[in-house]
């Protein structure tokens, strides 16, 4: 059942998922969500940002495209998604590699991103992402993620879907980190998918960013 799927059976099942990258992920790199993550890194100064989840890099074809000269990089557990993104940004840094264990060291970039990436992890190893994202992130942490402050809300998504949600604010506070700013998506932000008005990120997708405490 997908109320029981794990945080490690979602990391097998993209780790050997056999895709046309191309064109399931970089191609869509035009997806209106990305313009609003592209609307939040415009709110401060950064120079460099590492995705955590980046698959083949279409968040980072459009971040590129809006912000030129930055310095890009991504971590993925599928290693032919990150063949196509070291083929697409040369000169970039990726990895092959989990959210929650990245091989990088301390403060690596100003900036980490995840975007629909952490809607596979559970509320037992969901804090271990997000330290890790502390530890890698000299600035900045960014979400397009699904986020509720509502127990029943978050586990009827659970049954319904097989995908997590997680109260962010209260997550990020608890990790020492402030400023954090709530946006929570509109329509016209993720247009339906199916046809039936019935995608979970009309109800539930957000960008959060918060600021990461400087020790």
């Known amino acids: 059942m997908k109320l029981f799927k794990t945080t490690e059976n979602h990391k097998d099942y993209w780790k050997n998922r056999q895709i046309d990258w191309d064109k399931s ?4 790199w035009q997806h209106p969500h990305r313009a609003v993550i592209c609307a939040g890194l415009r709110l401060f100064d950064w120079l460099s940002i590492i995705e955590i989840g980046c698959g ?52 690596s970039t100003d900036v980490v991103l995840s975007d629909m990436t952490l809607i596979y992890v559970s509320p037992f190893k969901i804090k271990d992402y997000l330290l890790e ?17 509502n127990f029943l809300s978050r586990l009827k998504l659970k049954i319904k879907t097989g995908y997590f949600a997680h109260n962010y604010k209260r997550l990020l506070e608890k990790i020492g980190c402030y400023d954090i700013m709530e946006y929570k998506l509109k329509p016209e932000d993720w247009p339906d998918e199916n046809g039936i008005g019935h995608d979970p990120q009309k109800t539930y997708a957000y960008l959060i960013i918060a600021r990461i405490p400087k020790r």
């Open 133 to 149: 994202m502390k530890r890698l992130g000299r600035n900045y942490i960014v979400l397009c993620e699904f986020h509720s402050i």
């Open 25 to 28: 992920y970089r191609q869509t």
């Open 56 to 107: 083949g890099g279409a968040n980072l074809v459009k971040i590129i495209k809006e912000f030129p000269g930055r310095q890009i990089g991504g971590v993925d557990i599928n290693q032919d998604a990150i063949e196509l993104c070291q083929k697409t940004f040369k000169g970039g840094l990726f990895k092959v590699g989990s959210g929650d264990d990245v091989m990088l060291s301390d403060k």
